[in-house]
């Protein structure tokens, strides 16, 4: 067996208003939208090896009626590891975004800060030091 790929499938409130911000904020390149035009069930970013997928919670309540009550924004955490750390938290600031923890440096090798993006997810952005 030979897993590929992992990509994050978030349950949202607004798909086009997450693409927007991982798009202007975080530098994500567009994927696919569901349909072509809003209002979107469905919407996808990338970035280089990077992709997250985007999904209405009420498309997804009437598909699978066991996530239709979940919060949004749940227990799942996303953990990014870019190169340019500084530059992707003025973004991040710019934006108005709540930062939950602010950039240190882990005993682990990272630099690291983490914010809330608008549909609650929290999002750690990492950089490796050299």
């Known amino acids: 067996m030979k897993f590929k790929k992992l990509t994050p499938n978030l349950i949202v409130r607004n798909v086009e208003a997450s693409l927007n911000f991982y798009r202007t904020v975080l530098g994500f390149q567009p994927g696919f939208t569901v349909p072509d035009q809003p209002p979107y069930v469905f919407g996808s970013v990338t970035s280089d090896a990077v992709e997250i997928f985007f999904n209405d919670h009420k498309a997804v309540a009437e ?3 066991a996530l239709g009550g979940k919060p949004i924004g749940g227990s799942l955490t996303l953990f990014i590891e870019v190169e340019g750390i500084e530059e992707v938290l003025a973004a991040v600031q710019k934006s108005g975004a709540t930062i939950t923890m602010p950039l240190k440096e882990q005993f682990y090798g990272m630099r690291e800060f ?5 549909e609650g997810w929290v999002v750690t952005i990492a950089e490796r030091m050299k």
């Not at 983490?114 to 608008?118: G, I, L, N, S, V």
């Open 114 to 118: 983490a914010f809330e993006a608008p």
């Open 63 to 65: 598909e699978y009626p």
